[in-house]
């Protein structure tokens, strides 16, 4: 099977990280969301998902790789884990195991075309700091490994 990002259209090291998702129990409905999609990555996650039989939604959360520590995972999700937090945002549900949600908690998710390039862009306020690559990232010391 593809990486997602190939499946997407997009190269690895265009996008700079690679994406995993798992998730976490739902959080109270007063809690801010834990993951954001702009307008273009609900509508780049629609068109993939579409294509996608049996797909529930995206998974997103991170793996630990790389000379930073983590890496981002995106897959495709057909049902919801235990643990998972579910976000849903215009029509797209996106899945994030109860490991991964403190390292990508407040991450805003784009899609960006950049002349014949086109990614997924991660903001990412857990994130301290970046491989020289691109690859991986590092959080904050407080979160657990």
């Known amino acids: 099977m593809q990486p997602v990002f190939t499946q997407l259209g997009l190269a690895a090291a265009t996008v700079g990280v690679t994406l995993a998702i798992t998730a976490r129990a739902a959080r109270p409905s007063h809690a801010a969301m834990p993951v954001s999609l702009t307008p273009a990555a609900i509508d780049r996650a629609r068109q993939y998902?579409?294509?996608q039989p049996g797909?529930?939604?995206?998974r997103f959360g991170v793996r630990k790789n790389g000379c930073?520590?983590?890496a981002y995972?995106?897959?495709?999700?057909t049902a919801a884990g235990a643990s998972d937090t579910v976000v849903e945002a215009g029509?797209?549900?996106?899945?994030?195991d109860a490991a991964?949600?403190?390292?990508?908690?407040?991450?805003?998710?784009?899609?960006?075309?950049?002349?014949?390039n086109q990614e997924f862009v991660f903001r990412?306020?857990?994130?301290t700091g970046e491989c020289g690559c691109g690859e991986s990232f590092t959080t904050r010391d407080d979160l657990p490994a």
């Open 49 to 51: 998902l579409a294509q």
């Open 55 to 58: 797909g529930a939604g995206l």
């Open 68 to 70: 930073s520590g983590f």
């Open 73 to 77: 995972v995106v897959d495709v999700a």
């Open 91 to 96: 029509g797209v549900s996106v899945f994030i």
């Open 100 to 116: 991964s949600l403190p390292h990508v908690d407040g991450t805003e998710i784009d899609f960006v075309r950049r002349g014949l």
């Open 124 to 127: 990412n306020p857990q994130a």
